[in-house]
Nanobody, 125 residues
Framework: QVQVVESGGGLVQPGASLRLSCTAS????????MGWFRQAPGKGREFISY????????NYADSVKGRFSISRDNAKNTVFLQMNNLKPEDTAVYYC??????????????????WGQGTQVTVSS
């Protein structure tokens, strides 16, 4: 059994930074791939970023490339999303997700097995 908990959201002004954290409990074989997704009201769940178990491979959506950075601390079983130069269009509920290594596209939300409850990020002037 795996539990995923994310935190670190808040209300900030445009241009500010936030760092989201996500901890995953359970067997490490079940959480080798960690991803971040977001969902704004009236929109579908959007891929943001993922990272592989050894941190060697990362991937970012074009909308956040150059502003967001994903990393993980395997000793603490934690993944981070550093968000810089935040824009109003980044406003959404951000979700952390986990899945084993294997077949499929890591950018597709339905291929992840375990999800956190979400943390709200609001960017407003």
């Amino acid at each position: 059994q795996v539990q995923v908990v994310e935190s670190g959201g808040g209300l900030v002004q445009p241009g500010a930074s936030l760092r989201l954290s996500c901890t995953a409990s359970g067997h490490t074989s079940l959480t080798q791939i960690m991803g971040w997704f977001r969902q704004a009201p009236g929109k579908g769940r959007e891929f943001i970023s993922y990272i592989t178990s050894n941190g060697a491979n990362t991937n970012y959506a074009d909308s956040v490339k150059g502003r967001f950075s994903i990393s993980r601390d395997n000793a603490k079983n934690t993944v981070f999303l550093q968000m810089n130069n935040l824009k109003p269009e980044d406003t959404a509920v951000y979700y952390c997700a986990a899945r084993p290594r294997g077949s499929g596209d890591y950018k597709i939300a339905r291929q992840y097995s375990y999800w956190g409850q979400g943390t709200q990020v609001t960017v407003s002037s």
